[in-house]
């Protein structure tokens, strides 16, 4: 490790730090119906989107219509997809003239970049045409991260809320995060990548001969457009197969730190929109300073692991750290704090290839899956499914001190703490699952490019990536109609199964009346509440899924130390 390494990490810390308040802000002033610098432009956009959809922006709705409402955009757009894949051959914009996809691989696809995961189990710049990358996928990217944003805010208003039994509009909260948030931040982004050297255009590759004589396929396409949202948006999936290790992609030191902060920003952001909509920024700072501790613990170990370095070369008089799987032009620094960024949320893009990392830091990239997509999260997610454990936690120190559990005023019962559970028990129910049966079949077992512990975690990833609607991978797993199935459920119940027992759960609380603070309330914004919600969701997350991580990347790295490789 070196201090440019971690002066490297600080800076991107303090930008975010810096950035948190302003956004949040912004977005609180978005969700409450304040005019903001972007009014003037986008609020006559904003009614005629209305007016031809046929929405009442004054209608809200209980909690049952927003889910159903929520269900029913999700279920429109995952058929447009579907069929936009399996036509791709026979529509414009194709001048690779890629066929279509078949019926699995589109099915994986299109549930995939739903649910904000984008899995891909395919080499975009070889499969999709510049119509499917464009009209399908980018598209998705806007939405998915849309519907994230718009959940996370029903939550909050059901939490914050004080006797009523609705909670808000979604097709009015769809609109504003994609109209306000989503599409003015990405298009400046796109800006800059453009002038950073991303392609932007619609020519076909372009085969020249290098100077030693060999042939070479120069990628091109629409982008640097879909690698602003691909990142803002916590979606991952890289326009080539390479994703952000590819030139193309990430071509410059800017645009790696750039994708780092903005893969961050928006999950951050809503950490003081929370705080903003609760009537006490304190609030929003609690959850911020847990996601924070988690992340820079989470980055320190990845960081050490990768700059340690492999202990055989070590005793083969190799030193140095682990720079396999990794641009030089990154570094082993640049490297781990882009992997612990996108695993940290759900975005799932990447700028060195997991598969490469030292047993150790694979871990910590498991980890921050299995946690359930905490630390910072994917937009929306990462919110709502840090008030998950911020339920939890409530319910625990009332037990511990004898008290009806409260969270801002409002009583915590039963009903509340069975709903935050029911959405816990998704992630290792299509974590866990999966992954016994995939080891016990050999259609699981066929597509392994690692034996042993290595092998096992690359299954092991794939259901947590999935679930976690994260979408990165450890790449020596191969696709096969088992994976395109049982990977495409695991990311359809890890997004739709956990936010419907939450908004319950909002739906719940919006109604419950708040009651004033006293002497023996335990306050949800003290250091206190941070570091026992930090224990909460460690020894939650151990308990869980500590066994099954001693079988794959802890057996691989006792192993490796012991001279054995797989």
């Not at 046929?54 to 579907?82: E, I, K, P």
């Not at 009583?411 to 816990?424: D, G, T």
């Not at 899924?545 to 079988?551: E, R």
């Amino acid at each position: 490790m070196t201090l440019t390494g971690w002066l490297q990490a600080a800076l991107v810390f303090a930008m975010l730090l810096a950035l948190t308040k302003p956004l949040g802000s912004y977005m609180f002033a978005i969700f409450t119906g304040k005019r903001t610098l972007l009014s003037p432009v986008l609020a006559p956009v904003e009614g005629a989107i209305y007016r031809l959809g046929g929405v009442r922006a004054d209608d809200d709705m209980s909690w049952q219509r927003y889910t159903f409402a929520m269900l029913a955009f999700s279920l429109v757009s995952f058929f447009y997809l579907f069929v936009l894949l399996l036509v791709q051959g026979w529509l414009p914009l194709n001048p690779q003239h890629f066929p279509n996809l078949s019926p699995g691989l589109a099915w994986n696809t299109a549930v995939s970049f739903l649910t904000n995961t984008n899995w891909q189990f395919y080499s975009g710049e070889s499969t999709l045409s510049y119509l499917s990358q464009m009209a399908g996928l980018a598209w998705h990217n806007f939405v998915s991260a849309g519907v994230g944003i718009a959940i996370a805010i029903a939550i909050v208003r059901g939490i914050t809320a004080k006797g009523v039994s609705t909670l808000g509009n979604f097709w009015v909260d769809l609109t504003r995060a994609c109209l306000y948030i989503l599409l003015p931040i990405s298009t400046l982004l796109a800006i800059v990548y453009i002038w950073q050297g991303v392609p932007q255009n619609f020519t076909p590759y372009r085969t020249i001969t290098t100077i030693g004589g060999t042939k070479q396929r120069i990628t091109g396409g629409p982008m640097a457009s879909q690698e602003a949202i691909k990142n803002l948006g916590t979606n991952g999936g890289g326009f080539v197969n390479a994703n952000s290790a590819s030139p193309n992609e990430n071509p410059t030191p800017l645009t790696d730190v750039l994708e780092i902060l903005s893969i961050l920003l928006i999950g951050a952001g809503l950490t003081y929109t929370y705080g903003k909509m609760a009537g006490d920024v304190g609030q929003g700072w609690a959850l911020f300073a847990a996601m924070s501790v988690l992340f820079i613990v989470g980055f320190a170990v990845m960081y050490h692991a990768e700059a340690a370095g492999n202990p055989l070369m070590h005793h083969l008089g190799v030193g140095g750290g682990n720079m396999e799987g990794k641009e030089s032009r990154f570094g082993i620094a640049g490297s781990a704090l882009f992997d612990e960024a996108s695993t940290a949320t759900s975005c799932g893009a990447v700028n060195a290839m997991l598969d490469s990392f030292m047993p150790l830091g694979g871990l910590v990239a498991m980890v921050n899956l299995q946690l359930g997509e905490v630390v910072f999260g994917g937009v929306g997610s990462g919110l709502y499914g840090m008030l998950e454990f911020v339920v939890l936690t409530v319910f625990i120190a009332g037990l511990m001190v004898g008290r009806t559990p409260e969270l801002l005023g409002k009583k915590i019962e039963r009903r509340e703490v069975q709903l935050a559970l029911l959405a816990f028990l998704v992630t290792p129910l299509m974590v866990l699952l999966p992954t016994a049966i995939a080891v016990l079949i050999p259609a699981g077992t066929a597509t392994l490019g690692n034996s042993g512990p290595h092998g096992f975690s690359e299954i092991l990833y794939a259901f947590t990536s999935s679930n976690a609607n994260n979408g990165s991978a450890f790449a020596g797993l191969g696709d096969n109609r088992f994976y395109n199935i049982a990977t495409g459920v695991a990311m359809f119940f890890g997004r739709f199964f956990m936010a419907i027992p939450l908004l319950a759960l909002a739906g719940s609380l919006a109604e419950k009346k708040a009651a004033a603070a006293g002497g023996g309330t335990f306050s949800t914004s003290s250091t206190t509440f941070v570091l026992l919600l930090i224990g909460t969701i460690l020894i939650v997350g151990a308990l869980t899924f500590l066994p099954v991580d001693a079988l794959g990347p802890i057996a691989d790295h006792y192993l490796l130390h012991s001279g054995r490789t797989f």
